[in-house]
């Protein structure tokens, strides 16, 4: 048995550390631990601040989700006050929402996760000529062109299209050999470039992705613009409770939403369609196909078990989420958990979550078992969260130094995330599980009367499927599944843009440009104690946020949010949570060069900034100027 440690795991910020115990003899790991090693403390901050800002401090968490926190909150406090949002509102957050998953995915898979697939070095092998074959080849056999049924057709053609030309992969390899013969490869650097997973893919495929690679560098960027009209800015757009703070006039050339911004909206919503219509898929497919044939469908882990989503993208403005209005009002209904899917579709459960789930103290819970926190005596093993309570006990690893760990004890804490359990059951989420549930749901008539968007991932899942090769319940609880359906999230997301700016507009053609409901602005409106909960079907997956509010402040909130849910340490009576699992469902070709555990938690993208916990451990209070006039 060799012990294996990867620290840091992750290509941007995120303090993630995971060990892993391989049998030398066959490649199998016999254990694993997924170890978040920061502390945050956003919960803590948020403890007496006005609920109308607690948006504008929550969505700080992480750079990386920027505008997901920011809406989980506003949905909490919404629900809490009991405020409806103009259908207008609820178009552009849904915009706003659609276009981060797009960004998301796209960065995800081309600048976090492409480099465990494709490498450069292996790319200076490629005939410029074939690959530039390849690139016409793939686009014709690998373009799922599934579009959303438009209101207004406003581009007149696609726009973005990958080069196909001899000339430009001989440039782009030129580039690439003198990033190689340096020595210096700067941003290809830290990997395992002769491990043998980079053989199963051609030459020519590693050039085409690195090619990619770097035109996404300068694309993503444009397509995230709808933030900064809508927001003001991005990262961390501005949000306001009731609504968004961007009036709309089609007469004032001044005004922060006119037909000229609307324009531009409108360039940035068809280009996010073109570039995951003619880049991320057809990249995603070819690559899946080989390792499909390779038989390479490892890695489910938790995904065969159990899978958790919340569903999104409400169709109009609506009240109340703990109450049930959110969940009467989805064009994606994934909100439920799917049991056992690993078993084959027929033998899986389906249990939809619903309003009552978010108010039941025994169905949504944090456990510390394993965590560097404790609760009080009286509270329990595990936490509702609005009964949450965030108070650190760091016991330091089991060997080393509390700078240089060794190992980490994993018979008692070590990590600084908690435990979120589903009626005390462990649970994957992410893009994975919102697609495993439409599936399941569709396969056992559960789902009536499916909307467009629910009719696009099934006949997604049947296409991929079919190129492929191999059954959805085989693909899907895969490593290999849990990359893709980032890629069939990201062009459903696309559509999602494209259908409520459609809406959005017909809207504002028919004369409504409201984008606010002030009713319940002032704190003199407010109940003196209110709870609410705000759900979001994050890039990542489900993400809940939790507040309680008393006297016109917050009183405690919590956040339990995707890699939370992924990445947590087990619990001795649940098990092992999802990023555990997986890497103790893949086999690792050789325990020096374990580049299949990176690449197994990769495809969940991580982000262990939302994951994790910071304090000042002084307890040093922070001085508050507030600039609110109305605040007593």
């Known amino acids: 048995m060799q012990h294996v440690v990867v620290d840091p795991i992750t290509r941007i910020e995120g303090h993630l550390r995971v060990e892993v115990t391989v049998d030398e003899t066959n490649g199998n790991v016999t254990d694993a631990i997924s170890s978040g090693t920061a502390w945050r403390g956003l919960e803590l901050i948020m403890k007496d601040r006005d609920p109308r800002d607690a948006w504008a401090y929550i969505q700080r968490i992480c750079g990386v989700c920027t505008t997901a926190h920011a809406l989980a909150s506003v949905r909490a406090v919404e629900d809490a006050l009991g405020i409806s949002i103009p259908n207008n509102a609820n178009y552009i957050r849904n915009i706003m929402a659609a276009t981060l998953t797009v960004q998301d995915h796209l960065i995800h898979f081309y600048h976090l996760h492409a480099l465990d697939w494709v490498s450069p070095v292996e790319a200076l092998s490629a005939d410029p000529a074939k690959t530039a074959e390849l690139q016409t080849a793939v686009l014709n056999a690998y373009r799922l062109d599934l579009k959303v049924p438009e209101e207004v057709a406003t581009e007149a053609y696609p726009h973005d299209f990958p080069a196909a030309t001899a000339q430009y992969f001989a440039a782009i390899k030129a580039k690439v050999k003198a990033i190689v013969d340096s020595g210096q490869l700067g941003i290809f650097a830290a990997q395992w470039w002769d491990h043998p997973d980079y053989k199963l893919l051609p030459p020519e495929v590693h050039l085409m992705a690195v090619a990619h690679y770097l035109e996404m560098l300068d694309k993503q960027r444009e397509i995230i613009t709808p933030h900064v009209i809508f927001g003001g800015k991005n990262p961390h757009p501005h949000y306001a409770v009731g609504g968004m703070p961007c009036s709309i006039s089609m007469t004032d050339g001044n005004a922060p939403i006119n037909t000229a911004r609307l324009a531009i909206v409108d360039r940035a919503i068809n280009m996010a369609r073109d570039l995951v219509n003619n880049y991320y898929l057809p990249d995603l497919v070819a690559i899946g196909v080989i390792y499909a044939k390779a038989g390479r469908v490892d890695g489910g882990g938790l995904s065969k078990t159990r899978v958790l989503a919340f569903g999104d993208y409400p169709l109009t403005g609506y009240k109340g989420t703990s109450s049930g209005g959110y969940f009467e009002n989805l064009l994606v209904r994934s909100n439920g958990v799917v049991e056992n899917f690993g078993m084959g579709v027929e033998k899986a459960t389906f249990s939809e979550v619903k309003a009552e789930d978010l108010q039941a103290d025994d169905t949504f819970s944090e456990g510390v078992q394993h965590s560097w926190y404790e609760y009080p005596s009286t509270g329990g093993d595990n936490l509702h969260p609005w009964k949450g309570v965030t108070k650190d006990k760091y ?156 006297d016109e402040k917050i009183d405690n909130y919590q956040c339990i949010v995707p890699t939370t849910w992924n990445a947590c340490p087990r619990d001795d009576q649940a098990g092992h949570g999802a990023y555990e699992l997986a890497m103790m469902t893949t086999h690792v070709a050789d325990p020096t060069k374990p580049l299949e555990i990176p690449k197994v938690i990769r495809s969940f993208d991580p982000c262990l900034a939302c994951a994790t916990h910071i304090y000042n451990a002084k307890g040093e209070e922070i001085n508050i100027i507030s600039t609110d006039p109305y605040r007593r």
């Open 395 to 550: 016991t330091g690893p089991k060997t080393g130094t509390p700078t240089m760990w060794e190992t980490l004890n994993e018979s008692g804490k070590y990590s600084w995330l908690k435990t979120p359990k589903w009626k005390g059951k462990l649970c994957e989420v992410g893009p994975l599980a919102h697609y495993i549930i439409i599936y399941t749901k569709a396969a056992k008539g559960l789902l009536p009367d499916p909307s467009w968007a629910e009719q696009m991932m099934l006949k997604q899942i049947e296409a991929v499927s079919t190129v492929l090769g191999v059954s959805a319940e085989i693909w899907l609880p895969t490593m290999l599944g849990r990359t893709a359906c980032r890629c069939l999230d990201a062009q459903l997301a696309a559509e999602v843009n494209k259908f409520f700016f459609d809406k959005l507009i017909s809207n504002i053609k028919m004369g409504d440009t409201a984008t606010m409901n002030n009713e319940k602005w002032f704190p003199e409106t407010w109940a003196r104690e209110c709870m609410g909960v705000g759900l979001y079907e994050a890039p990542r997956g489900a993400l809940s946020h939790w507040v309680c509010i008393k």
